[in-house]
């Protein structure tokens, strides 16, 4: 039984497309977060929503727009990709925000820009 | 903000010895340190964390340090067995403004048989 879910696992894509990244969690946490590992695997946020509200907003182009339509889901819908975008992009969770049980990563999906 | 720096970014250790990662930090009001492992094809995962009220935190073979005063904590694998190979990161974290974790830049440790 699957804590936090992603899909697509992997995602190939043209540039100018648009795409979303889907994300899930069982685990009760009201706090969701968007990660970005690139090719040397450098972890940054991206993202994090409390109870369906945003939070945490990084540098991120607004061609990125995340989407919580409950406490339990936070979608990534990204506009125009560009070969830069290709990255891993992980959802986590925690429990309100307070680290106190860590965060609970995804899987991951891997997009690739082509 | 948080900046987080590890070292080293590879480690290779004979099975059966200790592996120390390095991190340090510059936030001094950062108080929550947690260490993730990440295998292949996987998402990051807490193995240990630390706070800043103890200096020191053991789980079995893995234990944690933090030395506040000059900003750096360690993670410390003893007995190395194939299974720890992954990434290891650091990060970082405080009570204050944004809730969020500062990653260090990652260390591979790759076990030898």
């Known amino acids: 039984d699957t804590a936090v879910s992603q899909t697509p696992k992997y995602l190939v894509t043209q540039m100018g497309n648009d795409k979303s990244i889907k994300c899930e969690q069982n685990?009760?946490?009201?706090?969701m977060y968007w990660y970005k590992q690139d090719s040397k695997k450098f972890l940054k946020i991206m993202f994090s929503?409390?109870?369906?509200?945003?939070?945490i907003n990084e540098t991120v182009p607004n061609r990125f727009s995340p989407k919580s339509p409950d406490k339990a889901h936070l979608n990534l819908h990204i506009n125009s990709l560009e070969l830069g975008d290709s990255a891993v992009y992980f959802c986590a969770s925690s429990l309100t925000g307070t680290r106190e049980d860590g965060y609970t990563f995804g899987s991951g999906t891997r997009l690739t820009v082509v | 903000g948080e900046n987080v720096e590890q070292h080293p970014s590879t480690l290779s250790v004979q099975e059966g010895d200790s592996a120390v990662i390095k991190c340090t930090y510059s936030?001094?009001?950062?108080?929550?340190f947690p260490w993730y492992k990440q295998e292949l094809g996987k998402g990051p995962q807490l193995i240990i964390d630390?706070?800043?009220?103890?200096g020191e935190k053991k789980d079995q073979r893995i234990a944690v340090t933090l030395n506040k005063t000059a900003k750096h904590f360690s993670l410390h694998i003893t007995e190395t067995q194939p299974e720890d190979s992954a990434v290891y990161f650091c990060?970082?974290?405080?009570?204050?403004?944004?809730?969020?974790?500062?990653f260090g830049t990652g260390t591979r440790l790759t076990i030898i048989p």
């Open positions: 630390i706070r800043s009220n103890v």
């Open positions: 929503y409390n109870n369906k509200e945003l939070i």
């Open positions: 990060a970082a974290a405080s009570n204050f403004g944004n809730e969020k974790l500062t």
């Open positions: 685990l009760g946490h009201d706090t």
């Open positions: 936030d001094s009001a950062s108080n929550y």
